[in-house]
């Protein structure tokens, strides 16, 4: 029998494995067939949570859906993200915040503050497709808001409402109750060599 040499033995393994996929592919669409609104959780020590969650506002805005966003933590600065949303009518931006913890130093201060930001954000889901609370898991992790009261929040939510919560040390509870937990993690960062944040990259 003639040997059949490596590229062709390579193009033929390799059409085997996409048929396999395809074949694994199909069985996991034809069993997913419910819809509902789902939570998703992105966290970790990692850069992009937020980044992620706007590309999912971008996505939603494509396709005519109302998107809230409210930015706990950060500090009300007119930021690059701020100006491009402003463009869009069906986009509610909300900077709700005084900066990094470390800089406040002010712990009922910052109560109160994520306090404020969590009735704006009650206020937007009863008018919203896709509500993002950026950095809400910091305010659960400091225990700025009672984490139980946000989580009865989320499960009486509008049954196609999505909403997407970011930032580090989310709880255990909250993880146990999101649709989807995507944890992001750094193995490098630009920070550590000394380079400053960058235009279009951290602002």
Known sequence: MRQQNSTTYDAMQHQTLCQQQQATH???LAHAQGKKGLLLVITGNGKGKTSSAFGMAVRAVGHGMKVG?????????????TRVFAQFPNVIFKVIGDGFTWDTQ???????????AWQTAVAM?????MLILDELNIVL????????RVLNVFAQRAAM???????????????AQADLVSTVESSKHPFEQGIQAQKGIEF
């Open 26 to 28: 199909r069985r996991k």
């Open 69 to 81: 966003i409210v930015q706990f933590i950060k500090s009300q600065q007119n930021t690059a993200e």
């Open 125 to 129: 889901m009863a008018d919203c497709d």
């Open 106 to 116: 002010n712990r009922e201060h910052d109560i109160k503050t994520a306090e404020c």
């Open 161 to 175: 409402q999505h909403i997407i919560v970011t930032g580090r040390h989310a709880p255990p509870a909250l993880l």
């Open 141 to 148: 992790h400091y225990q700025y808001l009672d984490l139980f």
